[in-house]
């Protein structure tokens, strides 16, 4: 027996009765949300005489809510066009609290619905919103949709730009216009009207933006008159009364995607949401920048070019300062390879920097002796932890080191035979390793 579907009645019923029809543990399930309350025997699949739920469908999600206080966390439907039943997974903490639910829920049972109304109003908004967006793409372009998907952050619509063939793109420029004509069929509060027909050929004359894909049974949407429709498809979801209860519909942007255009949007509430999101960030930088709607962006290019010449001074002088240590180094080495064999001759030179970045002793070190220093080297940031191994290659391999030895400090990092890097979360770690590294060269370096 097909499950008679309420929601079609009155879209506004937020609470209702029905009587049990079957009630079961579900074992296994296919959809991955719910295998694992499956495998642990919490799931009940609930069907009933008539129902106040609507059933995921059409690019809209299910609704959600309770059942006798039991909890609802899917919707779904299977059968033929007139035929279809509708299961109710019901979930619940525990195998003991399932069993006892199943013990009450026997056929012909009488149980209380209720829907979780601020998620069917959502969808309710959103879904009338693309309609509206879709067939005014369809109107004004040509655009057929050729997919839609109501998610978490944002609606999209894949527009195919097949029947209007002297439109080639769809830019942002027209999906401005498109969104401002959509929102003027909200400020008409255009009605919102679902008719049933049992044929296809019972809506053959109807302004349809897309042919049918079933031949009965056929719930065609309106909004708008016949004669002067903003849309009319098929479609089974569920809208509100008048396509001024959307409120607003915002379109965020367009990209090219598989030689169609995709379209980022909203609808409703979550339109209102995200421009309320967007005034927040834009108050912060008017008030940042001391500018007023008409100069912010003049004064954040000014701004920028500010930070640029900053950038561009710092670059500078700090290429002098790396130059400049560079050249100590090098006056260093020089000093202790002249020194040779003499036994007070240093097997390894260390500088502590804390003033430059890691990035910073890397670019010092392609100064020093042209990036292959007589001596090894330790150049440490003491601000990031890390230290900086150089060499020519031949006295010692600085990324083997590295790999040997910062592990049993906790540290991390490698490199090549020539520069490393040792990382540590602590610099109490950083100092045990550089003695040790100072005490290895020492006993190998001559």
């Known amino acids: 027996m097909a499950t008679y579907k309420k929601f079609y009645d009155d879209v506004y019923m937020k609470s209702g009765k029905a009587k049990v029809v079957s009630c079961e543990k579900v074992a296994e399930i296919k959809n991955t949300n719910f295998r694992d309350l499956a495998a642990e025997g919490k799931l009940l699949a609930l069907v009933t005489d008539e129902t106040i739920f609507f059933p995921e469908g059409g690019g809209q999600s299910c609704d959600l809510g309770t059942i006798t206080g039991y909890e609802v966390c899917d919707v779904s439907e299977k059968g033929e066009s007139g035929e279809e039943i509708i299961t109710h997974l019901l979930s619940f903490e525990d195998a003991a609290a399932c069993d006892a639910a199943l013990a009450k829920l026997t056929p012909g049972t009488e149980v209380e619905m209720e829907i979780d109304w601020a998620r069917r109003f959502d969808n309710m ?157 834009y108050t912060f930088f008017a008030n940042r920048y001391s500018a007023t709607p008409e100069t912010l962006f003049e004064q954040v290019k000014l701004g920028d070019a500010k930070i640029q010449k900053l950038r561009d001074e710092l670059y500078r002088l700090k290429k002098s300062v790396i130059s400049e240590r560079a050249a ?3 006056e260093a080495v020089a000093a202790a390879t002249a020194q040779g064999a003499d036994s007070t001759a240093p097997s390894v030179l260390t500088f502590e920097y804390s003033d430059l ?17 007589a001596k090894p080297l330790i150049l440490i940031c003491t601000d990031e932890n890390t230290a900086v191994l150089l060499s020519d290659g031949k006295v010692c391999a600085c990324g083997s080191l590295v790999r040997e030895y910062a592990p049993m400090y906790g540290g991390k990092g490698g490199g090549k035979n020539e520069s490393a890097r040792a990382i540590f979360e602590k610099r109490d770690m950083l100092d045990t390793f550089v003695d040790l590294i100072e005490k290895h060269l020492r006993s190998v370096v001559k």
Not at 357 to 373: H, K, N, V, W, Y
């Open 125 to 281: 908004q959103r879904h009338c919103g693309e309609h509206i967006l879709s067939g005014i793409f369809y109107r004004e372009y040509g655009g057929v949709n050729r997919g839609f998907h109501m998610g978490k952050d944002y609606m999209t619509i894949d527009i195919s730009l097949e029947e209007m063939p002297e439109y080639k793109e769809l830019t942002f420029d027209m999906c401005k216009h498109v969104e401002l004509c959509a929102n003027q069929v909200i400020w008409s509060n255009a009605p919102v009207i679902r008719r049933v027909f049992a044929t296809a050929d019972e809506c053959r004359d109807l302004p349809l933006r897309k042919a049918l894909a079933i031949e009965k049974n056929i719930s065609i949407v309106c909004v708008g008159s016949i004669e002067n429709a903003a849309d009319c498809v098929a479609c089974c979801g569920t809208h509100p009364a008048t396509a001024g209860q959307i409120g607003l519909i915002k379109i965020f942007k367009v990209e090219p995607n598989k030689g169609m255009f995709r379209v980022y949007c909203e609808a409703g509430e979550r339109a209102y949401k995200d421009y309320e999101f967007k005034h927040d960030v």
């Open 328 to 330: 100590k180094i090098e």
């Open 357 to 373: 970045t890691t990035d910073d002793l890397f670019a010092m070190s392609r100064e020093i002796c042209q990036g292959r220093p």
